[in-house]
Nanobody
């Protein structure tokens, strides 16, 4: 079993920054992929960013590229999402997720991920 716990959400003005963190625990193996997704009211869940734990390569949705940075801390077993230049359209519940399959490849589809955190609210005011 794998547990994910997010933290760091909140209310910020447009142009501001927030940093989300996701603590990972449990049996993940060493080939897993961490992802961040978000879901705004009335909209479908969408991919934000991902990082394979082993390689550290990063992947982003076009809508956040250049503004958000995903990173992992191997020693602390956490993955962070630094969000800069926030816009009102970034308002959503943000979820971290993990794909622990041995054959895992980076995917923008939420159905590829096996475990999810509880979500943290990010609200950007105009």
């Amino acid at each position: 079993q794998v547990q994910l716990v997010e933290s760091g959400g909140g209310l910020v003005q447009a142009g501001g920054s927030l940093r989300l963190s996701c603590a990972v625990s449990g049996r993940t193996g060493n080939r897993y992929i961490m992802g961040w997704f978000r879901q705004a009211p009335g909209k479908e869940r969408e991919f934000v960013a991902a990082v394979p734990w082993r390689t550290g390569s990063t992947y982003y949705a076009d809508s956040v590229k250049g503004r958000f940075t995903i990173s992992r801390d191997n020693a602390k077993n956490t993955v962070a999402l630094q969000m800069n230049s926030l816009k009102p359209e970034d308002t959503a519940v943000y979820y971290c997720a993990v794909d622990v399959k041995v054959t895992a490849v980076v995917s923008t589809w939420g159905t590829s991920y096996d475990y999810w955190g509880q979500g943290t609210q990010v609200t950007v005011s105009s």
